[in-house]
């Protein structure tokens, strides 16, 4: 197995141990696999650093794959269709330059259900809008 894979085996491993926490945060997870992987912590201060913030990349990417409104990777989706089925986490609306926070559906206020509502609708919105752009340059090319 190649390091990443093993790395990724254990963050996955380590998600799993998140299941039930209300929220989650890939350097929350970056840390806890850090952990994992280097228990001893004999690294020097700058290794340690910049390897929980490489594991954070790893993370974000992990995280939004499965809870992000177009993660390629969410429960609620089979291909391109909807599952039928809702997430186990939605993300919390965020600032420029902040974190992504993953929050347990049920745990979910009324306004940031809606907040994930509406992203669900603008990314459908936006995904007609290019199919609609496509449709229209094809059938100006084919009159041309």
């Known amino acids: 197995m190649s390091d990443?894979?093993?790395i990724m085996t254990e963050m996955q491993a380590q998600l799993e141990l998140y299941d039930d926490a209300v929220i989650?945060?890939?350097?929350?997870?970056?840390?806890?696999?850090?952990?994992?992987?280097?228990?001893?912590?004999?690294?020097?201060r700058l290794v340690q650093y910049l390897s929980v913030e490489m594991l954070k990349v790893l993370a974000r990417?992990?995280?939004?794959?499965?809870?992000?409104?177009?993660?390629?990777?969410?429960?609620?989706?089979?291909?391109?269709?909807?599952s039928g089925a809702l997430q186990h986490r939605y993300p919390l609306p965020r600032g420029?330059?902040?974190?992504?926070?993953?929050?347990?559906?049920?745990?979910?206020?009324?306004?940031?259900?809606?907040?994930?509502?509406?992203?669900?609708?603008?990314?459908?919105?936006?995904?007609?809008?290019?199919?609609?752009?496509l449709e229209a340059e094809g059938m100006a090319l084919g009159a041309a």
Do not use: C
Not at 24 to 44: F, G
Not at 61 to 81: H, I, P, Q, V
């Open 61 to 82: 990417k992990l995280l939004g794959k499965r809870f992000d409104t177009d993660g390629d990777e969410s429960s609620a989706y089979n291909g391109d269709l909807f």
């Open 96 to 133: 420029n330059g902040e974190e992504p926070v993953y929050k347990l559906r049920s745990k979910l206020t009324k306004e940031e259900r809606a907040w994930n509502a509406d992203q669900l609708r603008k990314s459908a919105s936006a995904r007609l809008e290019h199919a609609d752009a």
């Open 4 to 6: 990443r894979a093993e």
């Open 24 to 44: 989650v945060m890939p350097s929350a997870l970056a840390v806890a696999t850090y952990l994992q992987i280097s228990p001893a912590q004999n690294d020097e």
